[in-house]
């Protein structure tokens, strides 16, 4: 009986808490070329599903281009997961028509050291042709930030 407070505590602190949105400003840096760009994730609610923005763009969205969807998002005390697919229509460029291309994409951020972990999968489209087919992994160093 005397831990029943704690655990009404929990069961109704617990979902506000994973609610809030969390901020990053992450570096990338491939060959001689840095990037830094702020990432915000935001969890799924009842009313809202997972949102990840890159320096204010909203990752979901779809046009003319393709569509990028955010399939996922969990958060927990130690990692961040967002997993997302991107699909686009077939293309010509410089005269070489392809076809269409997906990319899958898992990410895991580790919440305690900051690293980002990225695996794509290419298939198909001018990002095979360019790129190469396959999965690819990347790791780039994250901090947390202030909320704006």
Same mark, same amino acid.
């Given at each position: 009986?005397?831990?029943?407070?704690?655990?009404?505590?929990?069961?109704?602190?617990?979902?506000? =808490?994973?609610?809030?949105?969390? /901020?990053?400003?992450?570096?990338?840096?491939?060959?001689?070329? &840095? %990037?830094?760009?702020? #990432?915000?994730?935001?969890?799924?609610?009842?009313?809202?599903?997972?949102?990840?923005?890159?320096?204010?763009?909203? =990752?979901?969205?779809?046009?003319? /281009?393709?569509?990028?969807?955010?399939?996922?998002?969990?958060? &927990? %005390?130690?990692?961040? #997961?967002?997993?997302?697919?991107?699909?686009?229509?077939?293309?010509?460029?410089?005269?070489?028509?392809?076809?269409?291309?997906?990319?899958?994409?898992?990410?895991?951020?580790?919440?305690?050291?900051?690293?980002?972990?990225?695996?794509?999968t290419i298939k198909g489209g001018i990002l095979?042709?360019?790129?190469?087919?396959?999965?690819?992994?990347?790791?780039?160093?994250?901090?947390?930030?202030?909320?704006?």
């Amino acid at each position: 009986m005397k831990y029943l407070h704690i655990l009404f505590l929990l069961l109704y602190a617990a979902p506000s =808490l994973a609610a809030d949105s969390l /901020f990053f400003t992450c570096e990338r840096t491939e060959k001689n070329y &840095t %990037e830094t760009y702020e #990432l915000k994730v935001t969890p799924a609610s009842k009313k809202e599903k997972a949102k990840v923005f890159v320096d204010d763009r909203d =990752l979901d969205q779809s046009d003319e /281009f393709g569509r990028q969807t955010i399939k996922n998002v969990l958060i &927990t %005390e130690s990692t961040v #997961l967002i997993s997302m697919e991107a699909h686009f229509p077939p293309e010509s460029f410089d005269g070489v028509q392809y076809g269409p291309g997906s990319v899958i994409t898992a990410i895991t951020i580790n919440r305690a050291t900051g690293q980002l972990r990225k695996a794509e999968t290419i298939k198909g489209g001018i990002l095979s042709a360019t790129l190469g087919e396959g999965a690819r992994t990347y790791q780039e160093q994250c901090r947390p930030a202030k909320k704006p």
